[in-house]
């Protein structure tokens, strides 16, 4: 079972989500905790 981290949050779907699937993207000069559901939805837009 994939542990959770306590107020991992994913700046594009705000949903929680597991300390593997995390992936740091800097936006605008600011880290953002962003899922990997979501970077693969933004890498299948580019």
Known sequence: MKKMIENCICYVCESKFHEEDIKH??????????????????????
């Open 25 to 46: 993207i800097k936006i605008k000069g600011n880290i953002k905790d962003i899922c990997r559901q979501c970077v693969d939805s933004i890498n299948g837009l580019i």
